[in-house]
């Protein structure tokens, strides 16, 4: 059941999707399947004899060898139909469909939301099953485990979830029964090792998107922060223009609000960070309302333009490193911290106060020539790891560096300081 | 509006400038790998009041260092400036016009600032040579670096300035007889704010003019 190029471009974007959640089903079986042979061995380990490990061991090596074996044919017709390689490149356009610009709720479609469904969940489960099935080669039992044990301690659960997020919000009618499934697997995993959840006291109590604005004014009062719902955004933007930051100010406050109220608070979707005369930096949060932040951009202060959203780039170059940089940033705070990525993600932007006046604390000046670019730039990064210095249940070590919010740093000057 | 510096060639004492200087340092430009863009050219025009009866005094009010500077990114406007008084005006360029009906004041001589601009990352570099309209010799050179993310002077004074010691280290390399100069006009004497704007790029271009005159006599 090969989808040929001259079906039409919706069917074969739904024929994909659909693939890919079962690809989704698969995974989280093949999980099932791994709890429940290392519950056997366990059992196994007991002095009580029992022959009941044997047969729960034979069941569930043969209905996961079955599982692989689909997830390969999957892999294989996902594969063939050009969604985990980049054979849709050189078609222009992926499979012939212009991309809405802007989505039914608003939201503006960038290149990377192939790459995005398709890329996270389905490659990373293809190359898993590769690697399994050189291990089911060997009939090698303990090494069966043992790779079951390191592979699947992966948080693969937050590239499901970005997965069925952005299937969500793209397709919204295309149906997410996978999710339930999936959210519900995931929570009987989320109390094991694999999470990396960090519970600090002092910060536990900012859980909506008012309270951690409210935070943010007490820590940095010079900083200014509106929220928008998604088209006023669009709006605002293409009336920022640059003429004078003060003219355009007041008509366009109707438009934001700094969270007063309960306006719309579950529509916000766009929060603009402004640190007057140094930057504006634009976030996107996915669901709108909630406190998960999506894409972040920088731009000058005085820039105005449709293209300026979360997704877009500025046409300074300072800015366009920044926001290449944050993307990093991003991924990091979502990564390491659950419900706390948009307060980090604004926390951390707002130490760029100091971007035209901090000299980097390794060579000890402002300008330096980016070698890639040849041009000269001001100190673009600034650090984002930091330690907990609560205790933490995860196997994975987490980066020790301390962060110092007044260290910054030239690209090339991070490089050799990472 | 973009952050500009103004910064004129300051020859050595005892030599002065000559198109073999603007060539070096059009080298200079280009050898930091600086883009070359479109021409661009400024007028500075000085302006004297009209006498209608010569044996009476100019009335007090009347200002005698009235200059008036046109710039290229504001085709519709001119600018006016007394620096005696830190005046700075900026009006429409039909204003002319009205002075000429008016018979008030009539520009008496001007001097054309002129070159070729350079894109240097979120720099912009314009190397102009200074030629006065009655005459053909050039009688300075004059360098304006600009930097295109933000309009804080506050917040780009660092940045100019660790430019400008880059700059000033390319330019020694070639051994020129003479060093680029900036002067940090007060703004706010002239009731400007600290967003910068093309009025103080007037007020930079008539302190440039004065110091050229001042060479220019020594």
Redesign the interface.
Known sequence: MESSPTEAPPKQVAVAMDRLSNAARLIADIRIGADRILEALFIAAQPHPCNKPLHMLIKEESSMRQRFQDLRTLGKQLEDSGVLNSSLRSRSKSWGLHMPLVCPDGAVVAYAWKRQLAGQAGASAVDRTGRWVEVEKRHDLKAKITFCLRIWQVPDRLALKAFTDQKRRYFPDLGDEPSSEESGVSKKHRGDQSSVVVKRDDLSEVKTLSDVLVRLEKEAPNVRISTYQRLDWLKRASSLS?S?E?LTEPNLNKLGTVLTGNMAKDQVAVVELLIP??LRAVISLHPAGSINPDAVSFF???EGGSYMHARGFSV????KHITEFAAKALQYFLSTEVDMGLYLLLRWICSYQTL??KLCSKCN???SMDKT??????PVHRPFRYSSDTKTSSVQSTNTQSVDLTTAFHIVCSLDEA | ??IKWLLHWQPNAGTTVNTQIHTEITQCVESI?GVKGGRWKATFSYYRPIQRDQTMALPFECSRDLMGISLQEQPNKLYFVIRSQRIVLEADSMIQMIMDKLQSYRARGSVTFEGYQYQ????QLRVGKVIPNSQDNLRGIVLEVEY?????L???R??ME??LD?WQETVSKRSLPGHFMHIDPNFVEYGLS??YTSQHTAIQYVVVMGQLLVAAKN
Do not use: A, C, W
């Not at chain 2, 240097?120 to 720099?123: E, K, L, V, Y």
């Open positions: 640059s004078n003060n005369s140094v000058s202060p005085d300074h170059n300072v800015y035209f006046t000046r402002l300008l670019s040849t041009l000269l730039l001001p | 509006m973009t790998n240097f990352g979120d720099f295109l993310p933000i309009s804080s506050d917040k780009s660092q940045i660790e430019f880059v600290d967003h």
